[in-house]
Structures are given as structure tokens and as C-alpha cells.
């Protein structure tokens, strides 16, 4: 049986298809992005762990928020998700000062709207985990919001869900990865609603590509972390002197490896399953 699949929109990294009025399908490829540009080699797997972990994490946060997930393929990279209304409003949950919190940090003292104690360090840990939103941005990068900018976007008494939920879902996710000596530094959900205007949570989830993993062995506040996947090609790239504007450069086998061998990592300390296994049969990440 064939299937006419209408391409809808393209992520850095994924492709969303049309299956029919109800249901799409997620595609994750093996392209990697590092300092926002997509480099001309691909890391093999990528798309299947990525895949897997969200799908891991979709069936062990069912009782937080529902989701989007009806079922995995065969390939390991498609997930067949319901079709969704989206908020208009990337939710990010910070548990560390890394990035644009880190940035907005330095200028204000606080971020998006979240005054934060003085003297924090560069990738410190913070007191509580914080909801930071931010607007989806067509072009460009996403912007900070504070809580009445995000208010406006998707109405008071769904604000107040969403970040209830994002944080619950973060509280669960973090402690488990860093019990896996994985330390999740931020991360960024989507949500949609059904047709009856529940809350589901959709795109991916906890995936390194959504969040900042920090090997918790070395973690060390006071300046920038190692990331627990990209770091050899974000090395490779340093070492080249290339400038980070496209196009960008072909990673060398050695860097290839060792990337594709972190993920494959990831995913077996976060999911306690063999990766071999996930290959054989997708479906055993949720159950
Ligand atoms: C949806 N995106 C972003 C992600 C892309 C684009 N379940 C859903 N229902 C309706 N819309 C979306 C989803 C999901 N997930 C997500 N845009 C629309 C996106 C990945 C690849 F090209």
C-alpha cells in the first residue's frame, strides 16, 4: 500500500507531513546544526534517537499532559502525531543560567520578567526551576517574554496551565536524567489543543536537539558547559577558525563516530534500553 504524504512545513532538522484531516507525520533526519547552521554531513542515527527519546518521554509524562503520539514507524524516525491548534508560544523551562537566560542575566539581573538573585555565575544552577517564554520567531531567534507579553498571546487561565505543566514536566524529566549523570540545563516544549481544547503537548520532547544535556561529571558553573552531544563538532568547528555563517563545513569521519556514539549514549542512559533494541522494534521506548 502506498501513501500520498503532503509535505506541510520544514524544521532545521525534521519535515512535518500531512497524513490525513487528523494525523501528521514527524520526520526527524540525521541532519546536526551547531552555532545555527546545518553542516553538509549527516550523523548516522541521529533522527532515530532523537525519535526514540522523545517517544520515551511522551509515554512516561502521559499522567502530566497528554500528547500528541499515536504511534512510531517502522524506520525509527516518524512519529505519527494527532494534528493539533498550536500556541503561538515556545515554552522554555530553565533549571540553569545558560544561553539567552544567561544573556538577559548579564544586562538585567533577570529574565523574562524573573528577578534572580545576584552574583550568579555563568551556568549556574538556579534556586527554582523558572518558566521563561518565548515568542516563535519566523525568522531570527526566539524572544524572551514575560509573563504578560505571554498572557496576551494565549489568555491567563491557559498561561497558568501551561506553565504549571512545563515546569512538572521538566521537575520529572531532570531528575530522572540526572540520576543518569545528565544534567538537562534547559529545555523547550510545544503545545497544541485538541478539538475539545485540552492541553497536549507536541513536537519533541527532552531530545538534546530540544534542551542543553550537560555531562553531570563535568559540570563546572563559572563559564560555558561541554554539551553532552555536539561537543566534538562544536571543537572541529573552533579548530578550523570557520567563521559559524553558511555554508558550513564536512565533519571528518573521527567526529562523525564519536557525535553519532554520544547519542547512542544519551539514549541508553536516559532510556535504559539497548538502541539495538529500539531499532528491532521502535514501540519498546513506550512501553
Ligand atoms: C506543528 N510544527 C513545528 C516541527 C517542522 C515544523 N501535532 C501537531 N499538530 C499541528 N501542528 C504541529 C504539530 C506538531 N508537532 C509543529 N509546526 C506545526 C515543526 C517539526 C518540523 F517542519
Known sequence: MSEALVHVASGKVRELFTIDDERLLLVASDRISTFDVVLPTEIPDKGRVLTGLSAFWFARTRDVCSNHLLGLRADGRSTECRRLEMLPLECVVRGYLAGSGWKDYQRSGSTSGHALPSGLRESDELPQPIFTPSTKATTGHDENIDADAAIQLVGRERYEEVERTALELYRMASEHAAAHGILIADTKFEFGLDADGALVLADEAFTPDSSRFWPADEYEPGG?????????????????????????????????????????EAFERLTGIGFDEYLTDP???TR
Not at 224 to 230: C, G, H, I, L, R
Not at 240 to 264: I, Q
Open 283 to 285: 514501540e519498546v521506548v
Open 224 to 264: 560555558t558547559q561541554p554539551s553532552f552531544d555536539k561537543q566534538f563538532v562544536r571543537d572541529y568547528c573552533e579548530s578550523l577558525g570557520w567563521g559559524k555563517t553558511p555554508p558550513g563545513p564536512e565533519l571528518p569521519e573521527e567526529v562523525v563516530t564519536g557525535t553519532r556514539a554520544r547519542y547512542v
